[in-house]
């Protein structure tokens, strides 16, 4: 009863604004991708599914290259709150179509992630990510519910080049030890900071060869 009382002042205290905290520490505080991931990251960063204004303030903390979208509906498919990906920090082997929390997630993940595990394990930094796209009209392969694919909320991610121009594939690079195995499971630990669905070769045979990453309401990192 105590604890709830000092929680419950804790709380009136930060919402009044009259002490401030780091916005990192702040669970009231917008998600900020320039800012050093923390336990809050996850929680704030689905809390922008819900919020479309907060989460465009949001992406533009990233270094994606994107444009908001008007909300319509293609076939069955609702697509809400989404942007227009065109390029980031790497290029990508093709523009994309994602909810705005997906692409602040991956801007989040392309800085704290992927470019510190690429200089970790190659001393240079991805300049090309390949995926295998973002929006498809479709169930999950196998059962009748629809796919977070569906809703443009999730990313297949299928490799990586190098600057020196080597590439690294889920496919082939995923077994086997060396450099490129560690450094593709890195990716995958890294992404589960993210995303709230990470799913990988270690998943199933239908993750082969790509790397799931969705900000649906389930919360699975395989
Ligand atoms: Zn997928």
């Known amino acids: 009863m105590i604890l709830l009382l000092l929680l419950m002042i804790a709380a009136g205290v930060l919402v009044s604004g009259r002490v401030s905290i780091p916005n990192r520490y702040n669970p009231w505080a917008n998600f900020d991708a320039r800012e050093e991931p923390g336990v809050l990251t996850r929680l704030k960063l689905a809390r922008l599914r819900a919020d479309f204004p907060q989460c465009l303030v949001a992406l533009k903390t990233?270094?994606?290259?994107?444009?908001?979208?008007?909300?319509?509906t293609t076939g069955d498919c609702p697509l809400l709150a989404t942007v227009r990906v065109t390029g980031s920090d790497v290029a990508f082997s093709s523009p994309y179509t994602a909810t705005c929390a997906v692409a602040t997630a991956w801007g989040a993940f392309e800085r704290h992630a992927l470019q510190p595990a690429a200089l970790r394990h190659f001393g240079q930094r991805v300049v090309r990510v390949e995926h295998l796209g973002s929006f498809a009209c479709r169930s999950i392969a196998g059962r009748d519910r629809l796919s977070e694919h569906a809703s443009a909320n999730a990313l297949d991610i299928a490799g990586f080049v190098l600057a020196d121009g080597r590439r690294i594939s889920v496919l082939s690079d995923w077994k086997g030890g060396g450099d490129k195995a560690a450094f593709l499971r890195d990716l995958r630990d890294g992404a589960c900071r993210f995303f709230n669905v990470t799913l990988g070769p270690d998943y199933n045979a239908a993750h082969a060869n790509h790397f799931h990453l969705d900000m649906g309401g389930y919360r699975i990192c395989r």
């Open 62 to 72: 990233t270094a994606l290259k994107a444009s908001p979208l008007p909300d319509r």
